[in-house]
């Protein structure tokens, strides 16, 4: 079953501009991710935040958690078109051993 | 480079034959991998956790006597679509735990069922 949902379910914007995709979830969890997968292809991950932090940063990338609020949000700066994907946000909860519960995902589309 | 592979890439098989997809971790052993199956513009769904040495773990819904689920070694774990129907069509992905946190995925197999 699916933990929870994102939003937007699909973002279209101009490169240069941010890219902000949402993601709630339903558990406690032990660490939230994400994941970038290009139409047809395998996931690339993007970046791992753990329950006890509250932002982390990797290159143009900007992940928040709010556990209180059971929330995530992935900022992506200055899209470029390369950034055009599919993006999962995905749950390691609790109780649930090493497996990962994805989220609906967005659509991102970068318009050159 | 890939630590996680899986074959065959794509796969095209006629209704009621099976099909076997491997999932292999190429520089680390696995005790657990994970199946997934996602359709066309939608997210990934669990199936199910193969455990080596023991049997796999299926999702609500997921019916085991159809996915058969083999780890047969640290390394190696098969899914087995056994009679295969067009609405089984889909794209399986496997992922492999390292470490607590580190988990990486297949680059999926596109199974077509005419």
């Known amino acids: ?112 | 480079g890939a630590v996680v592979s899986q074959h065959p890439s794509r796969v095209i098989c006629k209704s009621g034959t099976s099909v076997k997809i491997e999932c292999r971790s190429l520089d680390f052993q696995a005790t657990t991998m994970f199946w997934y199956r996602q359709f066309p513009k939608q997210s990934l769904m669990l199936m199910a956790t193969s455990n080596e040495g023991s049997k796999a773990t299926y999702e609500q819904g997921v019916e085991k006597d159809k996915f058969l689920i083999n780890h047969a070694s640290l390394t190696l774990s098969t899914l087995t679509v056994t009679s295969a129907h067009p609405e089984d069509s889909s794209f399986y992905i496997c992922s492999a735990p390292r470490s607590s946190y580190e988990q990486y995925f297949g680059p999926g197999t596109r199974l077509t069922v005419t």
């Not at chain 1, 994941?35 to 940063?57: A, C, M, P, T």
């Not at chain 1, 929330?71 to 051993?97: E, H, M, P, V």
């Open chain 1, 1 to 112: 079953s699916q933990q929870g949902e994102e939003d937007p379910q699909a973002l279209s914007i101009q490169e240069g501009e941010n890219a902000t995709m949402n993601c709630s979830y339903k558990t406690s969890i032990n660490n939230l991710q994400w994941y970038r997968q290009n139409s047809g292809r395998g996931l690339v991950h993007l970046i791992l935040i753990r329950s006890n932090e509250r932002e982390k940063h990797s290159g143009r990338l900007r992940v928040t958690l709010d556990t209180s609020k059971k929330s995530s949000s992935l900022l992506i700066t200055a899209s470029r078109a390369a950034d055009t994907a599919s993006y999962f946000c995905a749950t390691k909860i609790i109780q649930g051993a090493q497996k990962l519960v994805f989220g609906q995902g967005t659509r991102l589309t970068i318009n050159p």
